[in-house]
């Protein structure tokens, strides 16, 4: 193994048909017109002295380092901001060049330190390369004149001496390596389009400077690491570097954290990891990264963290450490006595999207299979179950329409009920950066995200809706769409069923559904509806990215249908640059959906009552299959408490915390004779379980996971699984003990499985995936290099079906008692139940959930900012702290659910989705009034997780 | 008498600054230099308020304001004194006067008088080249400097 290097041509490349040819040191190099000679130079393999220069950022021409000679020209042209043009002849190399580089390297490195030797870029600094590619022996100028280097000059403090910034968690930043290059200014601005940074001052008074001379944990900063790879120096070093030292070996491998499944380096010392790189070749990030992916892996070396299995007769009980051998017999003894006693029924399993898709696809298995009924959900079911349903029904596939390169083919964005510069950073600086180039957004969301108006970013518009009125808001979009001609008549002529077409435009056209009377419903003005409407329907190639804020609610599927009727009745599906892209939570969401998680689908979402389906697995696996769908989550939990449900297998998901409702769930779990969890850490729902086995992180195990674009990403083994085994080896292992004859010996050959059983993996293997480095679905004889947008030439299904949207406004309503709306979200450094980021230094930009409330709400309370509240619903009440803010509007109140502490699930309803159960997070009928501190619930709830904790010492130990 | 601003203050008349020339292509330099007029310096809080208005970055204006040395982040005094510093006035003996103001004045470059009268500040190159050494008082420029006139012109804004 050696370090994956990737080389960097300079300067971005150029996408252009027509081709230019040049001569460059005497080689002929083709390349498409308007490439920079730098650019161009590398490509022919001949590497041009640079320092300011780097491809993930336009060219600036600073440093002074690339100059060339070009034949017939005057001067000495810095390459990297000379395009190419036909017929150049360029010289890299020559005595006048080579005179005029050391001269200007003489000069960087008078005002540089010279501690190379003890400096953390030691092996990985482009100064250090550069003085060597010139031949820098001497420097003239000497090292006393002016400087920013030393403390002290001449007995005197040095005034130009900037002293190290600490003060974020993960990278230092020392100005007195600086050599003002400018490329992690641009890298924030054209990079992550945060433009936290700049360069104060002029001459050689410039300095890097984050926000307004702030540091940079108080500047705008959002950490996402951007300039730290572009710095070309030590200036910006990752701490862990500093702490450790150079990594010698790296594997690419995919971030376990949001659904954007960003690529990464994975820099190893030995068995040790020394930092996460962003991998320019990731077709999902392409190069860049988010706080969380670069920074926040330090979880999976917590003292926090589990690693040998455990079991207890009793909840009550303090765990006790056993064998793997003997955890393993355990459960598969109770579940099948279980079984024996209440029925085959009687237990289930949860697959997590956390998990790779082999480790998903054998739990199902497992369930299916071993235990003989269809008892298997996932943590899906309270995300995007009805993303799956709604892009079914509508276009015949579960799965967004497109890849994130299509973003830069986009001409407006409708942004609905996401707010993806938290939840989808990544993704974010992508459509940033689109936006930033012309492209026109519209946002639908009840708060004031980021996105409505941040640096060089300005939604056109924006309906700040109330939280559960969506549908009538998208009708009202297309009311006005189909009432003032604005549809694409070709388009649904050709691709969807037009009498369809014509009931649901018949509907729509309803007075009922004009934006005035939709006004009335969601207070957003009948103007905004209709502006947006308009710039939607004219402005060019249309994309709707969304979120949870549009399944979580009862009527999630409904609102997924009224996106997909908009996107039709546009003629915005079927090519780049549009489409319908449910924005996915987790790093596996889809994938986790497209293997069967389902109690009512088999993997590739083909029923389980479909005898032809039935029978492919039925042959591979030997086993008769139950032709019922099975429970979901609350029916799970439901029939646990009325005690026909003994017995379940939790495979990577926290359901105490991440479900509605926590006391129904607590309920649940606590009525099961043997809850099974299977995970990193001793998380909420561990608290009522019997065995805990231990789990490997995405650095420990190999698979694939599959992100929001369905793209099928490896993950790469780094480092062998501290616990023992990869989950997938686990699962494996608990099949066996409850006797199936199973012998994976590596994930490939379940990933074999899937593709022999599964028609749209059916072209996927591991060879694929290490050959073309991913693939997106469906991927099989027709597409055999995977499918980046879908429905092009017409619809899966067939033709596009218009289904009528009828709003039907929730059954949780305010009230005298409970007046205010609570929606939930999540924020930047937090990631879901924090179960990971918690145990980061991530929590320095957010340690509690904070409950953001409207000034003139909070007026009327008597509430200040900072104040303890109580929050309290029809099914509970918990406390925490406030923001006041205008972000959100009078009416709504707003927080995150990171923290266990605050168990904002407490609050939550049961009211679901109609048509998947998806829970209804985001809208309930609060009250905020003044508190002192913790809820009685709160105070009882850490006593009871604080005693389910406790782990006895090990046997020989206590002797 | 107070001359401070209270923050609030600031924030409204910035604002109301940004208001009126956000229409112009690069409105930055120019609300830049209206709120030098408006105040006589940059004001705290100043620079938050432009950059909220104009939709850019904290840094980004600091990065622009921090670089003309013209735009104050502290009030200056009730007279600007600038003497120019580039070549041509340094021949000219632009060293010896700059010397004699700041003894004179009993203040270092960018310094301002202890009673709040007189600010003195380098320049380089007010274009006045042929008639070096030169100076800038108060918005005016003024030719072939010499300590006499240096004199003179101190004795004038000190009265």
């Not at chain 1, 990079?191 to 433009?195: I, K, W």
């Not at chain 1, 070309?232 to 070093?237: G, I």
């Not at chain 1, 518009?461 to 009125?469: I, K, M, N, Q, W």
């Given at each position: 193994m050696s370090l994956v290097t990737e080389i960097d041509y300079g300067t971005p490349a150029v996408k252009s048909e027509k081709t230019v040819t040049l001569n460059i040191d005497g080689f002929d190099v083709t390349v498409p017109e308007g490439t920079s000679v730098m650019r161009a130079s590398m490509e022919a393999g001949i590497e041009i002295p640079k320092l300011c220069a780097t491809d993930m950022v336009d060219a600036f021409g600073s440093c002074r380092l690339c100059l060339v000679e070009i034949e017939g020209r005057r001067g000495t042209p810095s390459s990297c901001t000379t395009p190419v043009s036909e017929g150049m002849v360029v010289h890299t190399q020559n005595d006048r060049l080579k005179k005029l580089r050391r001269g200007v390297m003489e000069l960087y490195i008078s005002d540089h330190p010279l501690d190379c030797l003890t400096c953390a870029a030691n092996g990985d600094c482009e100064l250090q390369d550069m003085a060597g590619a010139v031949g820098l022996r001497d420097v003239r100028y000497g090292y006393e004149g002016e400087n920013h280097v030393k403390t002290r000059q001449n007995g005197e403090e040095n005034p130009r001496y900037m002293a190290k910034d600490e003060s974020n968690p993960y990278f230092t930043y020392d100005p007195s390596k600086c050599i003002v290059c400018s490329r992690c200014v641009r890298a924030c601005e054209e990079?992550?389009?945060?433009?936290a940074l700049t360069i104060e001052g002029r001459g050689f008074e410039s300095r890097v400077s984050p926000g307004m001379h702030e540091d940079f944990l108080s500047s705008e900063c959002v950490s996402c690491g951007a300039c730290v790879q572009a710095c070309?120096?030590?200036?910006?070093?990752e701490k862990s570097i500093i702490d450790i030292g150079q990594p010698e070996h790296s594997v690419v491998t995919t971030c376990a954290y949001c659904g954007v499944g960003c690529s990464f380096k994975a820099e190893m010392r030995g068995d040790e990891l020394v930092r996460m790189v962003p991998y320019k070749d990731g077709k999902a990030n392409r190069g860049h990264s988010c706080v969380k992916g670069r920074f926040a892996y330090g979880y999976a070396s917590h003292q926090d963290r589990i690693l040998n299995p455990m079991i207890r007769e009793n909840v009550n009980d303090p765990w006790r450490e056993v064998s793997w051998e003997e955890a393993l017999t355990y459960t598969a003894n109770k579940f099948r006595s279980l079984q024996e006693k209440y029925g085959r029924e009687s237990i289930g399993g949860i697959t997590s999207s956390r998990c790779t898709n082999e480790e998903t696809f054998l739990v199902q298995k497992l369930i299916r299979a071993g235990f003989g009924n269809n008892n298997v959900d996932t943590c899906a079911r309270v995300c995007h179950s009805p993303t799956g349903y709604g892009l079914k029904t509508t276009f015949g596939t579960s799965a967004g329409t497109q890849d994130f390169d299509s973003v830069e083919q986009t001409d407006v964005v409708i942004v609905i009920g996401a707010n993806p510069t938290d939840g989808h950073p990544v993704f974010a600086s992508r459509l940033k950066k689109r936006l930033r180039a012309g492209a026109k957004l519209i946002v639908i969301d009840p708060r004031r995200i980021d996105l409505v108006r941040s640096p060089h970013i300005e939604a056109a518009?924006?309906?700040?809706?109330?939280?559960?009125?969506n549908v009538a808001v998208l009708t009202a979009l297309a009311h006005v769409i189909v009432t003032e001609d604005l549809y694409d008549e070709a388009f649904i002529r050709e691709k969807c069923d037009w009498s369809e077409f014509e009931d649901w435009a018949a509907f729509v056209a309803d007075a009922k559904n004009s934006p005035e009377e939709v006004e009335k419903i969601s207070g957003v003005p009948a103007d905004e509806i209709r502006k947006a409407a308009r710039i939607f329907a004219t402005g060019g190639n249309g994309a709707i990215y969304y979120g949870l804020g549009v399944t979580e609610h009862s009527q999630g599927s409904t609102t997924v249908m009224a996106i997909a009727n908009l996107a039709m009745a546009t003629g915005n599906i079927g090519r780049p640059g549009v489409g319908v892209n449910p924005l996915r939570g987790q790093n596996n969401v889809q994938g986790s959906c497209d293997m069967g998680s389902f109690p009512h689908e088999l993997p590739g979402y083909r029923h389980i009552s479909d005898d032809g389906t039935r029978d492919i697995f039925e042959k591979l696996w030997g086993v008769k299959l139950n032709d019922e769908p099975g429970l979901r989550i609350p029916n799970m939990l439901d029939a646990a408490v009325d005690g026909t449900f003994r017995g379940i297998y939790i495979q990577g998901e926290d359901i105490l915390q991440s479900d509605p409702d926590t006391k129904h769930v607590a309920a649940g779990l606590a009525a099961m004779e043997c809850v099974v969890v299977h995970d990193l850490f001793l998380n909420e729902t561990a608290n009522y379980a019997h065995v805990f086995l231990p789990g490997s992180t995405f650095l420990e195990k190999d698979g694939t996971f599959t992100n929001a674009e369905r793209r099928i990403n490896r993950v790469r083994r780094v480092m062998k699984p501290k616990n023992g085994y990869a989950d997938w080896e686990v699962t494996q292992n608990l099949a066996r003990a409850m006797g199936l004859d199973w012998n994976y010996t590596h994930p490939s050959q379940i990933m074999d499985e899937i593709a022999a059983t599964t028609p749209s993996f059916a072209g996927v293997s591991y060879d694929l995936l290490e050959r073309e480095g991913s693939v997106q679905w469906p991927c099989n004889e027709k597409a055999p290099t995977g499918t980046p947008v879908m429905h092009i030439g017409g619809f899966v299904r067939g033709k596009g079906k218009f289904v009528v949207t009828e709003y039907v406004a929730t059954d949780e309503k305010t009230g005298p008692r409970f007046p205010l709306l609570l929606t939930t979200g999540r924020i930047l450094s937090q990631y879901n139940v924090g179960a990971q980021t918690r145990r980061t230094q991530n929590s320095v930009w957010h340690e509690e959930d904070l409950l953001e409330i409207h000034p003139h709400d909070a007026e009327q309370r008597g509430i200040r900012d900072g104040d303890w509240i109580r929050l309290a619903s029809r099914s509970g009440e918990t406390t925490l702290r406030t923001k006041i803010t205008d972000r959100v509007a009078p009416g709504v109140v707003y927080t995150t659910f990171h923290h266990p502490g605050t168990q904002?699930?407490?609050?939550?309803?049961d009211f679901t989705d109609w048509a998947t159960n998806c829970p209804e997070y985001k809208v309930t009928a609060v009250q905020v009034s003044a508190s002192n501190g913790p809820t009685e619930w709160q105070v009882e709830y850490d006593e009871q997780a604080k005693q389910s904790r406790r782990i006895l010492p090990a046997p020989d130990a206590a002797e | 008498m107070s001359l401070s601003v209270t923050s609030e203050e600031v924030t409204t008349r910035v604002g109301a600054i940004c208001d009126g020339l956000a229409g112009l292509e690069g409105p930055l330099l120019p609300i830049l230099h209206e709120v030098q007029e408006e105040f006589g310096f940059i004001p705290e809080g100043a620079l938050q308020t432009i950059a909220k208005k104009l939709n850019l970055s904290r840094a980004e204006v600091h990065g622009v304001a921090s670089f003309y040395h013209d735009f104050r982040t502290e009030k200056p005094g009730r007279h600007v004194i600038k003497i120019c510093r580039a070549e041509a006035c340094q021949a000219m003996g632009a060293d010896e006067l700059g010397n004699h103001a700041k003894r004179k004045l009993k203040v270092d470059w960018s310094e301002t008088t202890a009673n709040h009268n007189v600010t003195l500040e380098p320049v380089f190159c007010l274009g006045l080249c042929a008639c070096a050494p030169a100076a800038m008082v108060d918005g005016k420029v003024v030719g072939r400097v010499s300590k006499d006139r240096l004199d003179h012109i101190l004795n004038e804004v000190e009265s």
């Open positions: 990079v992550q389009g945060t433009f070309p120096t030590a200036t910006l070093q518009a924006h309906l700040p809706l109330r939280p559960g009125s904002a699930n407490v609050i939550t309803t | -």
